[in-house]
């Protein structure tokens, strides 16, 4: 039993394959069949000759015949005269390669128009047979056809436009690959068309450096070619001109992507239009930086990057220093020339994202983006620093120049861009407080001080009309006998709400503001006034002079020898009596005008005397012509010059220097009774200090007059 299973079990299977395998092959050939009868393609069986042997309804349809009719007629027959060559030549090789071949043919119909048919042919394998004969596939590519024709017809009409067009017209294929340029583009460009197709690099390569990757992304990238902005490109002859790119991709009919078409049309002309706007509206006309206008804009953008990126920038305020003195000797033509240097030197320094800005005089506004660290921005700084130290050409004289920085730098809550520009400009101001050539970073600390110098600003206004000023007066002894030879007037000021401010804190707000011109003639007139009072009341006391100061905002104006002469009229006080203290810097720094102005005070007949010497830098060759009466020793060589040589050494020469040009000197801040005895062994004629006495108010100099205890201590 077990044997005759396994017996049987061997055989049922064998015949179970050979009974499916002939089932299979049914069905094959069934759905052969159908495939045959139905499909639109034509199969066709071709003998060694060409004859057709079998066509199915396909191949008659396409041939346009009933597939009996086909029978025994060369398929070549059916072919247009052209195509009839090909197709012999066409099954050659077939015939020779043993392989599939394909041609296209265009089939000429009794019926109907013609039809266009791709014709794939392959030697049929017949070992039975002893002809050789050919499987023919046939395909109706008609509409294709029609679809490549319209489209080379459109080509052609593309390029008979594009020939013609004044833009520079071009294609590119969709790997990029250039498939059409307008002989136009040599008009733009220089380059004739001949040479962009030779040269396949050369489209991208005729856009300016700086240009190619924004052209590269807006062709070949995700980017809109219509987005964005004007490209430059440099012409054979080295010009850059300007374009602008206009295209579409085109697809052919059934949607596929035939490339990118597009115009790059020259806007050369409107672009240098549109800069010369901008220069006139934008760009400050000296030196053809930004103006205030842009500079505030761009701030503004990058306040706006830095938030939205949480990346870092700076501005720096820099101010030249003594602009003001170099501009008045050197004339303003030579001025101008050096700012404009100043201008490119700066831009040397920075980067093109950077952008380098003129307010106007001589302040120039630096904004760097995009900064790794603080310490890369003070980098810039020091480099700016010391690139426009190195000596620089104004007419025949060579100059040096330094600056001030006021730095500003980010993350900060800047509310507004003008907030941020003021902060640098209050950090240059700090910077300037320290004298020249200096850095100083923004800190609140100094806003608190700006915004407290702007409260004293507002109120000095009403400090005049509302008496709050008012006059002390510090004598000044002969050293020499002891006696009083005079007073300098010193302004005070009586503050509503912060009590008594010496001068220290108001006068240089004062000068900055303006309002000094208008303190300084009261200060002037109040003097001479109580001078010529006391004058009368005490004319026991001889000639006691009078010393006022006066700024370096005063010196400048132009009224004032009038005003200076309009008082002594009004208050009657002899000329000789006054002496008017202007300081070493303050000359100097314009000591054309100095030596003009001091001129006619002399031609008044009044005095004048240089403050704080030592302290500032003085030509000799000025100090000799400048008609002056009084060397004043500025008090911080006398308080040193008991325990420094340095500062003893400094106070010798500046009495000798007196003595030989002719003049007197006063040693200011008399403390100590050894700095006298050192001051009347160097031979100084006249001291003041609170050794001596300090400065007093009105009543109590009237007091000492009355009382004749005016007599140096001691
Ligand atoms: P200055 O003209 O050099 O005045 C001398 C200053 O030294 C005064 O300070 C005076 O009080 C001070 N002083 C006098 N003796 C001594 C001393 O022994 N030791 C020390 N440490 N100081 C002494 P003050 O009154 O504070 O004035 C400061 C400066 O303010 C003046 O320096 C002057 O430049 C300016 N100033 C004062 N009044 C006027 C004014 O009416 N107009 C202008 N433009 N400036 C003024
Ligand atoms: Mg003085
Ligand atoms: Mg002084």
Redesign the pocket.
């Known amino acids: 039993m077990h044997n005759l299973r396994k017996h049987q079990g061997g055989l049922m299977p064998c015949m179970d394959r050979a009974r499916k395998e002939r089932r299979d092959l049914e069905s094959f050939r069934d759905r052969y069949h159908q495939y045959y009868v139905f499909a639109p393609t034509g199969y066709l069986i071709l003998g060694e000759d060409g004859r057709i042997q079998e066509a199915n309804p396909g191949a008659a349809a396409l041939l346009g015949a009933e597939p009996s009719a086909l029978v025994g007629q060369p398929l070549h027959n059916f072919l247009d005269e052209t195509a009839r060559v090909a197709f012999k030549e066409h099954l050659d090789c077939a015939l020779r390669l043993g392989q599939p071949e394909t041609c296209e043919a265009r089939i000429m119909r009794k019926f109907g128009p013609p039809l266009d048919v791709s014709l794939a042919t392959s030697l049929l394998q017949r070992p039975d047979a002893e002809e050789r004969a050919y499987l023919c596939v046939a395909a109706d590519i008609t509409e294709r056809k029609r679809a490549e024709a319209a489209l080379k017809r459109s080509r052609d009409l593309y390029r008979t436009v594009a020939d013609h067009s004044f833009d520079w017209e071009c294609w590119l294929g969709p790997a990029g690959e250039l498939l059409y340029i307008s002989p136009s583009c040599e008009r733009v460009s220089g380059y004739a068309a001949r040479e962009f197709q030779e040269d396949p690099g050369l489209l991208e390569r005729v856009f300016h450096e700086d240009d190619r990757a924004d052209w590269r992304r807006r062709v070949f990238g995700a980017e809109d070619l219509l987005q964005g902005q004007d490209l430059r490109i440099v012409s054979k002859s080295g010009r850059v001109r300007w374009v602008s790119p206009v295209g579409t991709q085109v697809e052919g009919p059934g949607g596929e992507s035939l490339g990118l078409r597009f115009t790059l049309r020259d806007v050369t002309e409107r672009k240098l239009m549109e800069q010369q706007l901008e220069r006139a509206v934008l760009r400050d006309p000296l030196t053809g930086l930004a103006n205030r206008t842009l500079c505030l804009d761009r701030i503004g953008q990058a306040m706006a990057r830095s938030r939205r990126h949480n990346s870092l920038f700076a501005l720096i305020f820099l101010d030249i220093d003594r602009f003001k003195f170099i501009n008045d000797s050197l004339g303003h033509v030579h001025g101008d020339a050096v700012l404009a240097e100043v201008g490119r030197r700066i831009l040397h320094c920075v980067r093109s994202l950077d952008t380098v800005s003129r307010f106007g005089g001589d302040e120039f506004i630096v904004l760097m983006e995009e900064q790794n660290s603080h310490k890369e921005t003070i980098r810039v700084v020091r480099r700016i620093q010391q690139v426009l130290r190195l000596p620089l050409k104004a007419g025949q004289r060579d100059v040096s120049l330094t600056a001030c920085y006021g730095v500003v730098l980010s993350p900060a809550e800047y509310g507004r861009p003008e907030d941020m520009l003021q902060n640098a400009t209050i950090a240059m101001h700090a910077a300037k407080e320290n004298g020249r050539d200096r850095i100083k970073v923004f800190n609140s600390r100094m806003l608190d001080k700006a915004v407290e110098r702007m409260v004293l600003e507002n109120d000095l206004e009403q400090a005049i009309q509302n008496n709050q000023l008012f006059?002390?007066f510090?004598p000044v002894f002969g050293l020499e006998n002891g006696r009083l030879t005079g007073f300098?007037?010193?302004?005070?000021w009586r503050h509503p709400r912060r009590g008594l401010l010496?001068?220290?804190r108001f006068?240089p707000i004062?000068?900055e503001s303006g309002a000094?011109v208008q303190?300084?003639r009261w200060?002037?007139e109040k003097?001479c006034r109580t001078m010529a009072e006391w004058r009368k009341r005490f004319p026991g006391w001889g000639d006691l002079k009078l010393?006022?100061?006066?700024?370096a905002r005063?010196l400048s104006q132009p009224s004032l020898v009038e005003h200076v002469a309009s008082v002594l009229q009004s208050t009657g006080l002899p000329p000789h009596v006054l002496n008017l203290?202007v300081?070493e810097t303050a000359v100097m720094s314009n000591a054309e005008v100095a030596e003009e102005k001091l001129g006619r005070l002399k031609a008044l007949g009044v005095g004048v005397a240089i403050?704080?010497f030592g302290t500032g830098y003085s030509s000799m060759s000025y100090l000799q012509r400048f008609p002056l009466d009084i060397l004043?020793i500025?008090?911080s060589f006398?308080?040193r010059m008991d325990v420094s040589q340095e500062s003893l050494e400094i106070v010798r020469m500046i009495i000798n220097l007196a003595h030989t040009l002719k003049i007197g000197v006063v040693a200011?801040?008399?403390?100590k009774e050894v700095q006298e005895k050192l001051l009347s062994t160097l031979g100084c004629e006249f001291g003041?200090?609170?050794?001596f006495s300090?400065?007093l108010d009105q009543a109590a100099i009237e007091e000492k007059l009355s009382g004749c205890d005016f007599e140096r201590r001691g």
């Open positions: 006059l002390e510090q300098e007037a010193l302004v005070r010496p001068p220290t006068v004062a000068e000094i303190l300084g200060v002037l003097a010393a006022v100061n006066v700024s005063q203290e300081t403050d704080d004043k500025d008090l006398v308080s200011e801040g008399v403390e003041q200090g609170f050794l300090p400065p």
